[in-house]
């Protein structure tokens, strides 16, 4: 039997992708108080993002899952403010220019399709309502992964998010998991 674990977390909102405390913000150490030294979280979501999170020990599936070169599909269902038209989605799909650090990066073509009304866990606290603004929902499958690539690609194409929750990584899924529920997988489930 291999040492190796493989958890998949869904993050709450409002907690840290990390396990070092940071000022009051909740962390990873909050939902994993007894996990052993060696298991770390594979990238990261922002703060402010929700959804799947893997966490492991095993440094060469780390090392695939980060490395550029290998490509894996991440999918986020992304809420934005306004009726996203099918030229903004067209956008997403070719590939949009977006400022990381003062440089300008043309992200590689994504997955982008309209949502009706997804099905999400209520987010606490929810996002401000406004009845005179509509919202949106897009689901995006990604195979980069730039620092808050999402966020800069939809503010692009003129809509900004209001909520990002990750419902898949690689051949994972969310399904019906709820923010703070984490479950142990297996490495072929990850990359099939």
Sequence with gaps: MSAYRYLLFYKPFQVLSQFSQES???TLADYFPEIGKDIYPVGRLDYD???LLLLTNDKRL???LLNPAEAHPRTYWVQVEGAVTEAASTQLRRGVTISIDGKKHRTLPAQATLLENPVVPERNPPIRYRAAIPTSWIALTLTEGKN???RRM???VGFPTLRLIRVAI???KAGNMQPGAWREVAAKEILP
């Design 154 to 156: 939809t503010a692009a």
């Design 24 to 26: 009051d913000k909740q």
């Design 62 to 64: 780390t090392h695939r």
């Design 148 to 150: 808050r690539q999402v």
């Design 49 to 51: 993002s929700e959804g």
């Design 170 to 172: 690689g051949g994972l």
